[in-house]
């Protein structure tokens, strides 16, 4: 389904696996249709359907290993547990992955991320219709962006003195407009700390 214009689909974690992940496993109605079923480790990032610059969510079965994506996604970093509030009982787990793009000479990381969520066990009471059904995962597909980091202003040069000798500042300039200078880093966007640390050590390893 596609958003009204303004609208976006920003889920939590917990909303994601209690809500959306789970209720597929049981085969109950979902609160929106805003997550199709799709084929994700089995296609290339820039391939999946959706806008290239938000980040998408997909419905996909276990066991399918990527074939064919002219890739593979590789996992970084631990497995977080997904808390549900009120239970304070672990529902689900998240696990992050980065896509490795496969050349003649070795595996490259790309800029390409997903989170992959599960459910960590069921209430036997629940557990209806086909075994299968508990096979389902959600996944998160989004593309950490780069961003320019602008030379800052250094402190105020003091220019005059009153009577009580007392210092005056005038404020720093504005910032300047970009150029060639300017250095660029890659900002973790949409992974915590130890997965970007993680990212970062499979980097230097490659």
């Not at 005056?168 to 640390?197: A, K, M, Q, R, W």
Request: hydrophobic share 30%; glycine share 8%; aromatic share 10%.
């Amino acid at each position: 389904m596609k958003m009204p214009i303004g609208f976006r689909f920003h889920p939590t974690d917990e909303e994601l696996v209690v809500h959306y992940l789970k209720r597929k496993a049981l085969s109950l109605p979902l609160p929106a249709s805003v997550i199709s079923e799709f084929d994700v480790l089995g296609t290339h990032p820039w391939s999946l359907p959706g806008e290239v610059n938000e980040k998408r969510y997909f419905f996909s079965s276990r066991g399918r290993d990527g074939g064919g994506s002219g890739g593979y996604w590789k996992p970084i970093g631990k497995e977080k547990p997904i808390i549900e509030t009120g239970s304070n009982e672990v529902v689900g787990m998240r696990r992050a992955l980065i896509f490795c793009g496969r050349k003649p000479s070795n595996h490259t990381n790309t800029r390409w991320f997903l989170h992959q969520y599960r459910l960590l066990h069921f209430n036997s009471t629940q557990m209806v219709k086909r075994e299968m059904d508990g096979d389902w995962l959600v996944f998160q597909v989004f593309q950490r962006k780069r961003k320019a980091r602008k030379h800052a202003a250094k402190m105020a040069t003091c220019i005059d003195f009153t009577a009580e000798d007392c210092p005056v500042f005038y404020p720093p300039p504005p910032p300047t407009s970009p150029s060639s200078s300017e250095i660029t880093e890659v900002s973790p966007n949409g992974l915590d700390e130890e997965e970007s640390s993680s990212f970062i050590t499979s980097c230097i390893r490659n």
